[in-house]
């Protein structure tokens, strides 16, 4: 079977030579060590600055975002939400379920997050802006330009989930201003799911997060941050999922960043090139992500064509949720996914199509 799903990816060899190991003992030096090592890698390759601090969450993605709000927000901030997919959707359910105010600034199938979208809002009102930078279930990259410049003009705190964009497309935290990071091992990281990382701005430390009172034990941000000094966190960690991390941002600093985003990049873009060439198949117009490709078909296929897929050709591909249920799949193109795997699915896609006419 080959995924071509984000999370969980297709990984590497040497990722699942890794999960195949013996879980170390935590509790020790070499771990602490190592955990250090993979932070100061992290940062580096969002830019985060030597001030910035990492939670270490052992939890899905869904987890983090909502530990960041419980963290980083209280009942008397008033945030905005770009809403424009499931994800959005999400972190405006989760300020619902926090009793925080928010304005959502919610897009339609299609539409691209723009400048106007901003114009009518209220600024004196707000005091932070949350954004899927990659919303994973349109594909769409939104474009930090314009949110960072906002953010920054009406002095707004930055939070960003960048769970499916960060190693698959630019992110710099420093340049744009954002004071929250939040990504997950099964996307981006091209690892088993079970780690999500918080990254913290100094800003956002210092004015939220040390003088926030949660009520939770587990998800206190100060206490991991105390731990993290030493390399260590306040609970068992996915330990051997932080072994995987340590390898896949190992890997990454050895190729070179800008490498790694590069052959992602050609990927994404060959896929896209390539598959809009077969009757009946278009992608979207908006900004996308490297990390995933939504297929748009003309007519209701969807459902069929994954399962034909999955079962005829052992090809796993992403359904999507929602109104556009029987219209689109979307095909990731992270992990273990090269030009030559991109023929195969292409032609797999094809046959499919045909058989069903
Ligand atoms: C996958 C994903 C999440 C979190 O999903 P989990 O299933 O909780 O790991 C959140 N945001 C984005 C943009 C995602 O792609």
Known sequence: MKLFTVGPVEMNE???????QQ?????TEDFSKLMLEADEMLRGFMNAGEEAKSIYLTASGTGALEATVMNCLTCKDKVIVINGGTFGHRFS??????????TDIVLDFGEQLTEKH?????????????????ETS??????????????????????????????????????YGIDATIISSQKGLCIAPGLSIVVLS???INERVSKNQVRSMYFDFKDYLENFKRGQTPFTPCVGICLQMYKALAMIKEKGLENHLAYIDNVAKD????VVKIKGISVPKYALSNAITPIIFDRDVATKVFE?????????????????????????HIGDTKLKDNDILICAISKVLKSLK
């Open 14 to 20: 040497e990722i699942k030579a890794v999960g195949g």
């Open 23 to 27: 879980v170390p003992y935590f509790r």
């Open 93 to 102: 359910d989760l300020c619902n379920v926090y009793g925080i105010k928010h």
């Open 118 to 134: 901003f114009r009518n809002l209220f600024m004196e009102e707000y005091t932070a802006l949350l954004v899927n930078i990659d």
């Open 138 to 175: 349109t594909g769409q990259l939104y474009d930090i330009e314009i949110i960072s410049k906002f953010c920054k003009k009406h002095n707004l705190l930055l939070i960003v989930d960048a769970i499916s964009s960060f190693l698959c497309d630019q992110y710099d935290m420093k340049k």
């Open 202 to 204: 100094e800003k956002m």
């Open 271 to 274: 896929f896209r090139n390539k």
């Open 308 to 332: 034909a897929l999955k079962d005829e050709y052992e090809i796993t591909v992403n359904p999507t949720g929602g109104a556009m249920k029987e219209r689109i799949l979307r095909v990731a």
